[in-house]
């Protein structure tokens, strides 16, 4: 069984930076196409970036582009997502989803391993 663990979350004034990591365990993390997910109360589960197995695509969703940078070390069976220039409306929980059989631009169905999120706050 693969049991995924987010960190890094918190409370940041808009335009500053967090850096979410997930820590992956039970099997290594090469197996798993990887992904960060976000919800905001009211709405839908949203892709935020996708990594391959091993690192060399990555794809973000265009609410993000320019300001997140999706990375992984196999080594060390992490991933992280550095999120800079921070805005209110990234205020969600952000969850941290493994898959063997997914693609980079999957909705949230398509993934068999959550972690159990870690909230991030944006204040204004």
């Known amino acids: 069984q693969v049991q995924l663990v987010e960190s890094g979350g918190g409370l940041v004034q808009a335009g500053g930076s967090l850096r979410l990591s997930c820590g992956v365990s039970g099997r290594p993390s090469n197996n798993y196409v990887m992904s960060w997910f976000r919800q905001a109360p009211g709405k839908d589960r949203t892709l935020v970036a996708a990594i391959s197995r091993r690192g060399y695509n990555v794809r973000y969703a265009d609410f993000v582009k320019g300001r997140v940078t999706i990375s992984r070390d196999n080594t060390k069976n992490t991933m992280n997502l550095q999120m800079n220039t921070l805005k209110p409306e990234d205020t969600a929980v952000y969850y941290c989803?493994?898959?063997?059989?997914?693609?980079?631009?999957?909705?949230?169905?398509?993934?068999?391993?959550w972690g159990q999120g870690t909230q991030v706050t944006v204040s204004s």
């Open positions: 989803a493994a898959s063997t059989e997914v693609a980079l631009d999957d909705s949230s169905g398509a993934y068999e391993y």
